[in-house]
């Protein structure tokens, strides 16, 4: 008979890893007192009769029935998932308190309602708090049921025997097992509670999504490892002062992580921006000098977004540098390179960076917007509201090339731009129908970039 015994174990909160022995510094991660203690239950199996029971079949005798996706009803969010819901998937909404989270998933049982059962689970809110949420979001399906609950367990037992098609937790924070010895939020119980989620999700063949808060950090509340133990990871991103936020897939087992989803948030909940580039870049001045439109891809989508520098003498021994949107670092690495390579001094100024609308620009193709942007803004010179620019630069002062570029071209020229600058080396992918249908200046530097705009 197996005996089984409670050992102790440490696992790190900010990372997942795990130890018999406790460390005041994570092995893995290097974070300081994130070591929790946790207890775990032991058994001792003899698995010599189960292996010969084990079987391995070929992967090519392995049958498997057509994929089946719920649609949501909202294409940015089945963008982001890949084609739609799949069936006994778990999947783990993030994002900070007040982003979205709770409001896009009921949103979204109006029109699973209409032909799924849809359960929704939460642990912060009554029946009546939800309802009253409901009819300001106008949801009003049958086929929704609320149930207010935080014992794990006894969820589980009742989406075995209810069989709902859909279920939504909300959320794990604030769910708790029997079998875990701690109180909600805890590493621990946060653990315990996705496990059994997970089983629940895998053995009914019912996809579950989950809400989880973020910390201060930016990072999913509970260990590293919950990210892991979850078949999609979807992050809401944007400033609750802004009415855009951005839906962006971490990992996804069922579709690629390159997608992202824009939404506008109202006072009837959350609407999807299908063209989110002429929301970006709407608004821009007129005639202002030290702004220029950048393209980045956000997986198969190219997104416009508005990159605004100022370059302002300063007051100061040392002069100020501040980036929005735009990696710092990076910054910094520019203006070293338009002082060195291209002739524009900036030691003596104060410089600022702002991508508008909220966005990141994370590629290496927005460098030549944003050294437009701060060139535009020293020589006092307008980039025209007709013109776009992308490329990567390096420390020599080359423009590089960049990937998808006929994909940025086209969409430039759909949004009714009419010069487009861009590396060199990437002329020879136009297409001759394209070039028509636009005026490309390949530029093989900086220099030479903005010189072209004065020409």
């Known amino acids: 008979m197996a005996k089984n015994s409670t050992k102790t174990m440490f696992v790190c909160a900010s990372c997942g890893y795990d130890s018999s022995k406790w460390y005041g510094q994570c092995p893995s991660c290097k974070e300081w007192n994130t070591m929790e203690e946790i207890r775990v239950q032991a058994a001792e199996k ?36 890949g084609g739609g819901i799949v069936q006994g998937s778990l999947i783990l909404l993030g994002g900070d308190p007040g982003i979205g989270k709770s409001t896009l998933l009921l ?32 949801v009003y399906t049958e086929n929704l049921f609320i149930m207010p609950e935080k ?42 509670c996705t496990n059994i989620l997970m089983s629940c ?34 992050y809401f991103e944007g400033d609750k002062q ?14 690629s992580t390159n997608e992202i989803g824009v939404f506008e948030m109202g ?34 989508r190219p997104i416009f977004a508005e990159v605004q520098g100022l370059a302002a003498p300063t007051n100061f021994g040392n002069p100020r540098r501040m980036a929005t949107g735009f990696d710092y670092n990076r910054m910094n690495m520019l203006i070293a390179v338009l002082e060195m390579k291209a002739g524009y001094y900036l ?11 909220g966005l990141k620009l994370d590629e290496p193709a927005a460098d030549l917007s944003v050294a437009m942007a701060l060139v535009s803004s020293l020589k006092d010179v307008v980039v025209p509201d007709d013109v776009i620019a992308f490329g990567e630069i390096g420390l020599a002062g080359e423009v590089r090339s960049v990937v998808c ?42 220099r030479e970039a903005f010189e072209a705009l004065i020409n």
């Open 151 to 192: 014992d794990m367990l006894a969820i589980s037992q009742y989406i075995s025997s209810m069989k709902p098609d859909i279920v939504m937790i909300d959320s794990i924070q604030t769910m708790v097992a029997d079998t875990a010895s701690s109180s909600a939020g805890s590493v621990t119980q946060i653990r315990e």
């Open 267 to 300: 006072n009837a909940g959350l609407k999807e921006v299908e063209n989110p580039s002429l929301m970006l870049i709407s608004g821009r001045p007129k005639g202002a000098s030290g702004t220029c439109i950048a393209c980045i891809m956000e997986g198969t």
């Open 46 to 81: 003899n698995a010599t009769g189960r292996a010969a029971d084990l079987t391995a079949l070929p992967i090519d005798q392995i049958q498997i029935d057509n994929e089946h996706r719920y649609q949501t009803g909202m294409k940015e969010l089945d963008r982001v998932l």
């Open 242 to 255: 802004l009415a855009y936020r951005i839906l962006r897939a971490a990992k996804n087992r069922f579709g």
């Open 201 to 234: 999700a895998k053995r009914n063949n019912i996809p579950i999504f989950i809400v989880g808060h973020v910390n201060k950090d930016g990072d999913l509340a509970g260990p590293k490892i919950l990210e892991h133990m979850v078949d999609a990871v979807l």
């Open 107 to 138: 949103q979204i049982c109006e029109y699973l309602g209409k032909q799924l059962k849809v359960l929704y689970v939460s642990g912060e809110e009554s029946a009546q708090q939800i309802k009253l949420r409901a009819n300001r979001l106008n």
């Open 405 to 446: 570029c006929e994909q940025r071209v086209s969409e430039a020229a759909r949004l009714g731009f009419s010069r487009c600058i861009i590396p060199k080396n990437n002329l020879k992918n136009i297409s001759p129908k394209l070039k028509k249908q636009i005026e490309i200046v390949a530029v093989d530097s900086i």
């Open 347 to 357: 030691g003596n100024m104060d410089t600022y960076v702002n991508v508008v609308g």
